[in-house]
């Protein structure tokens, strides 16, 4: 079965900043999604990047950017220009060829001013 | 457009007791699925619908049935709800399964 592991219960960073969080992943599959979604304390889950496994190129959306590894099975967020409504959990998910969503347990990340 | 909309927000129920909770999505996705996410753990799959009439489980189905009649409607119900059901809800839906899911608000359920 398909297991997702988010070391790091917590993080923090100083505002403006660089912080990596860290996304590891179990599979047999060689064709699968990665997502990183972020919840902030208003509950709602939204996407803060995607990367597709046969791309080898890193996924990057404005100051968010991923380092996928494939055989090593990583999957990191790279948080540049750290700002204060950054702060929030940070979901690493995987999507497996039965559509099926498995997430790791989340990263708190704060943001010091 | 809406988005996905769920409802109730909020709810607390005795033990034993049965619900629906409602999720609505005006975005003609295809692909719709039931979460419940509790502290300290990430999201886990309760049921998913790839298309109107078909539905199948996921990681966490017991105590739980779905029904998919329309393709914007996916409502879970709780058949006899108890203590361990005590989580919050996350209804999403997505136009295939490859592409990012897009969530409701949540609904916190408290089973006494």
């Known amino acids: 079965a398909q297991t997702v592991t988010q070391s790091q219960p917590e993080m923090s960073v100083q505002e403006a900043e660089t912080v990596t969080l860290s996304c590891t992943y179990d599979t047999s599959e060689s064709d699968y999604y990665l997502f990183w979604y972020k919840q902030p304390p208003s509950r709602q889950m939204i996407l803060v990047i995607r990367q597709e496994a046969y791309k080898q190129q890193n996924a990057t959306e404005n100051r968010f950017s991923v380092n996928f590894q494939k055989a090593a099975k990583s999957f990191s967020l790279k948080i540049s220009d750290s700002q204060l409504g950054d702060a929030a959990m940070y979901f690493c998910?995987?999507?497996?060829?039965?559509?099926?969503?498995?997430w790791g347990a989340g990263t708190k990340l704060i943001i010091k001013p | 457009n809406a988005g996905v909309t769920q409802t109730p927000k909020f709810q607390v129920l005795k033990t034993g007791q049965s619900m629906t909770l409602q999720c609505a999505q005006d975005?003609?996705?295809?692909?719709m699925s039931w979460y419940r996410q509790d502290p300290g753990m990430g999201l886990r799959l309760i049921h998913y619908s790839v298309g109107a009439g078909i539905t199948d489980q996921g990681e966490v189905p017991n105590g739980y049935n779905v029904s998919r009649s329309t393709t914007e409607d996916f409502p879970l119900r709780l058949l006899s709800a108890a203590p361990s059901q005590t989580s919050v809800y996350f209804c999403?839906?997505?136009?295939?399964?490859?592409?990012?899911?897009?969530f409701g608000p949540g609904t916190r359920l408290t089973v006494l």
């Open positions: 998910a995987y999507r497996a060829s039965n559509y099926q969503l498995i």
């Open positions: 999403a839906s997505s136009p295939n399964a490859g592409f990012e899911q897009f």
């Open positions: 975005m003609n996705h295809e692909y």
